[in-house]
């Protein structure tokens, strides 16, 4: 993530500008280092921010921490919460299975093919191994409504209980192959010879996680009485 100030539009007040830079160096730094081993004068220091500044706008490095979890939180809502919100399947087992498709689909468009999902995808890896304050605020703001709709998706599709362990649990690995592709990118390209990750790469990949998708389904679709 950049600190860029032309991400700003001429609006924005330098104090907005500052906090923004603030929260952008930090996901990229806490998920680069890990929060611990960040120092409050890089993150200043990445954010062309004086020290000062983050106790201003965060009251501390914790401050400043959890509201680097809350943008991430906000920023991944912003590619899947208007399209769980506009779905309505009704009772129709393909149309909820092509919602399902659609929303991981989306996932992998804006984790591979966006430059700042490097950084987002290391924070939140980093930041769900820890307990805590910002694991508690990410996973009741985001993953936990998140992942019911797509369990209730995927439970529909199947025909099985969405909050049972198989839908719960497939539902997870499922967005946890996407996940994957971003956080081992420089494995997955080295192993395939690629140069980069382009959109004809991208769309490789999404192929194989939507077949695999499709082979959950038909594997554990539950036969009509």
């Not at 923004?20 to 409050?40: D, Q």
């Not at 399902?100 to 930041?127: C, H, N, P, Y």
């Amino acid at each position: 993530m950049s600190s860029d100030p032309t991400l700003f539009t001429s609006t924005e007040k330098a104090g907005d500008q500052t906090r923004m830079a603030l929260i952008l160096a930090g996901i990229r730094l806490f998920g680069a280092k890990g929060y611990e081993a960040t120092s409050t004068r890089e993150i200043a220091s990445a954010a062309n921010a004086n020290i000062a500044s983050i106790a201003y706008h965060f009251g501390g490095k914790e401050g400043l921490r959890l509201a680097c979890a809350q943008m991430v939180g906000r920023r991944i809502h912003g590619v899947v919460g208007p399209v769980l919100a506009s779905i309505d399947p009704g009772d129709d087992p393909a149309k909820a299975q092509a919602a399902f498709e659609l929303v991981i689909m989306g996932v992998a468009d804006f984790l591979l093919g966006q430059a700042e999902a490097r950084d987002i995808a290391s924070f939140m890896v980093r930041e769900m191994g820890v307990p805590g304050t910002v694991f508690d605020t990410v996973y009741a703001e985001f993953i936990l409504p998140v992942h019911r709709k797509l369990c209730l998706l995927l439970g529909l599709a199947t025909g099985q209980d969405p909050e049972s362990d198989l839908i719960r649990l497939g539902a997870f690995s499922i967005a946890g192959q996407v996940i994957y592709f971003r956080i081992g990118h420089a494995v997955v390209a080295r192993r395939m010879e690629w140069e980069i990750a382009g959109p004809a790469e991208i769309a490789r990949i999404k192929t194989i996680v939507l077949g695999n998708i499709r082979a959950f389904v038909a594997t554990n679709r539950k036969s009509l009485p």
